[in-house]
């Protein structure tokens, strides 16, 4: 014994008034004086998969909301609200701004370009999307628009100057004529009027250097690349199907706006919808095709990344089967 005290012959309390003893020797961290501010946002927003040889990576742009039963037409009362809710998605619903951006071997392709500034704060982030891709805005070749709105050619500009710098714009002709003449602008409401100053001033850079190209008819654009007009969301909207090795992809642009609710119920359309008997008819022929051939299907305002197929889920009515996420694509 060397006159300490045997641990074993110890009390409780001589134990606390040992350690009590010892804790004017002992450094006792301080708690934090604040927790860590939170930083907000979200990665630049890409996902890769490949259809045959073909590279195909999904870029956001942004998040819009907006009042979707306010804005669906055909609607009964509270139906759209309704469906949301069964996904558990509130009013106003938050739609997506995809686009997709195709690595052909001998192209680089971008389909649609999001809304640049036009939506403001909720676009915009093509340019990083496209960066963290591991691409560059210059070195896309083709750019292929479904339609003129907005939200899919607002991207060929961004702060007031032009983004693609080689990149040849490729539209319909029946589109790029109709939202190019302000004549055209007493044959569309209150909401859609604004589009044309706004889609003339994007693309205008690109017609004075001579790489805006309309194109007429259904012949393939590029090898594997093929248009599909489907007129009626706008005067020329357009399809692109991407095939090789036997497998295929429709871009399909507006097809659909609101998944949870015209999946279930096709027949419901939106104030944004040019000719709404038309886009029904082709939103309607576009999922049962999709359907029938086993397509893949990128869509602008589908949850991100956008990819997925259609099933049948009764008489006129389907749903969505997701790309299921893989760091193996």
Do not use: C
């Amino acid at each position: 014994m060397s006159g300490g005290i045997p641990h074993r012959l110890m009390g409780a309390a001589a134990i606390v008034a040992v350690v009590a003893g010892s804790a004017a020797t002992i450094a006792i961290p301080s708690p934090a004086t604040a927790a860590a501010p939170a930083v907000g946002g979200q990665a630049p927003g890409y996902y890769r998969m490949h259809v045959g040889k073909f590279e195909v990576t999904a870029l956001l742009d942004g998040t819009h909301p907006f009042q979707a039963e306010k804005f669906a037409i055909g609607a009964k009362p509270g139906q759209v609200n309704a469906l949301l809710a069964d996904q558990a998605l509130p009013s106003p619903f938050e739609g997506m701004i995809n686009a997709f951006l195709v690595n052909m071997g001998d192209k680089l392709v971008l389909i649609d370009t999001g809304a640049g500034n036009l939506y403001g704060k909720d676009g915009g982030g093509l340019v990083s999307a496209i960066k963290a891709a591991g691409y560059s805005p210059d070195q896309v070749d083709d750019i292929f628009i479904t339609h003129l709105h907005e939200d899919h050619a607002g991207g060929l500009m961004l702060d007031g100057k032009p983004v693609f710098a080689n990149a040849i714009v490729h539209v319909s002709k029946r589109d790029a004529d109709f939202w190019l003449d302000d004549r055209n602008q007493s044959k569309v409401g209150p909401l859609l009027k604004p589009f044309f100053p706004a889609i003339q001033k994007v693309v205008a850079p690109y017609v004075a250097a001579g790489r805006f190209r309309p194109f007429v008819g259904d012949s393939p654009l590029l090898p594997g690349i093929i248009p599909i007009p489907a007129p009626g969301h706008t005067p020329g909207h357009t399809y692109y199907l991407l095939q090789d090795g036997g497998q295929s992809i429709l871009f399909w642009g507006d097809t659909v706006h609101m998944l949870p609710v015209q999946l279930p119920d096709p027949k419901i359309a939106i104030e944004y919808d040019w000719n709404v008997p038309m886009a029904i008819a082709a939103r309607e022929k576009a999922l049962a095709l999709a359907t029938r051939n086993g397509w893949w299907v990128a869509g602008a305002h589908i949850s991100f990344p956008g990819i997925g197929h259609v099933r049948a889920a009764g008489v006129g009515s389907y749903r969505w089967v997701p790309a299921n996420y893989s760091l193996n694509r």
